[in-house]
């Protein structure tokens, strides 16, 4: 067994979908988008106990965050600029990129990128497609993003799933177009395979050990920073039940909510973690001098 090279680990990306419980995609058949305004909202003190997470453990993170959201909370959104965390996108309505047309997606992104850097103040570079939903069927969504002015995308997930996936692209960051990097969340290889191991449903359901050896295994075997995420609604216990959906759904929305939060403290303290701007648009230094660069020069 090789000793651990001497130099400090790398930094990791810590993101959040900030979305409500009751606009995951997975729930899309079951609660129609005209119905959301009368749903009880629990995105603010989600938002607020995450925030107070991060807080505690001294870790920056970016937050892709809803038009919808953001319009009806404005306060959630001045939170996160003044817990220093970066503001991102996550489109507006949470419509799949997939079933827009591309008209239609540059209004989204659009509108989602000037509500949001209105109510917070700074400029929004970075977006997240809801479902990871930018796959082989809608690459012209990467020639509207750089259009629509965002300088990276977190909205490609290199795995075989049954929602989403393009399992043969690139499992690190790297330019899709001219000025605009996309920022795959984190894979390990395993054979022929690239299992996810970057959070979700996963992160609930797997032992925590491996979700670590997952992420250490990306920093030290691939050399590369690892990009976790998670949803508000994966931390709340009282959410609101969805009746009447699928087993299938209902394990993976709801397995392990009462473990996350504790699970998420220790992953914030095994790993060194920031913001993805910081990170991969080296908007400040954040390597180790003697690693290798991420950057796409
Ligand atoms: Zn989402």
Not at 109 to 136: H, M, N, Q, W
Not at 215 to 238: C, K, L, T, W
Not at 242 to 247: N, P, R, T
């Amino acid at each position: 067994m090789l000793m651990p090279t001497p130099v400090p680990p790398l930094r990791n990306a810590m993101s959040i979908d900030v979305e409500d419980y009751f606009q995951v995609s997975a729930f899309a058949p079951y609660i129609r988008r005209d119905d959301w305004h009368g749903l009880e909202c629990r995105v603010e003190r989600n938002i607020a106990a995450i925030l107070a997470l991060l807080a505690e453990k001294d870790v920056k993170a970016t937050f892709f965050t809803l038009g919808w959201i953001a319009e009806r909370y404005p306060q959630v959104v001045r939170a996160i600029v003044a817990g220093g965390h970066e503001l991102a996108s996550h489109g507006y309505g949470h419509e799949r990129a997939s079933d827009l047309s591309p008209a239609a997606f540059l209004e989204d992104i659009a509108s989602a990128k000037k509500l949001l850097e209105d109510l917070g103040g700074v400029a929004v570079t970075g977006y997240r497609a809801p479902s990871f939903s930018i796959g082989k069927g809608n690459l012209w969504a990467f020639d509207v993003l750089r259009d629509a002015g965002y300088r990276y995308s977190s909205s490609v997930y290199p795995i075989a799933h049954d929602h989403y996936g393009m399992p043969d692209s690139p499992r690190f960051a790297y330019p899709v177009r001219e000025g605009l990097l996309e920022i795959p969340v984190t894979t390990v290889r395993m054979g022929s395979r690239n299992l996810p191991s970057s959070g979700g449903g996963y992160f609930r359901l797997l032992p925590y050990a491996l979700s670590r050896w997952m992420i250490r295994r990306v920093n030290e075997v691939d050399g590369e920073s690892a990009v976790f995420y998670f949803q508000p609604g994966e931390i709340d216990v009282h959410q609101p039940r969805i009746a009447g959906i699928d087993a299938k759904t209902r394990f993976r929305h709801y397995v392990n909510i009462p473990r996350v939060e504790a699970r998420l403290g220790r992953l914030l303290d095994d790993f060194r973690w920031g913001r993805m701007d910081e990170i991969f648009l080296g908007r400040e230094s954040s390597r180790p001098a003697s690693a290798p660069s991420l950057s796409p020069a």
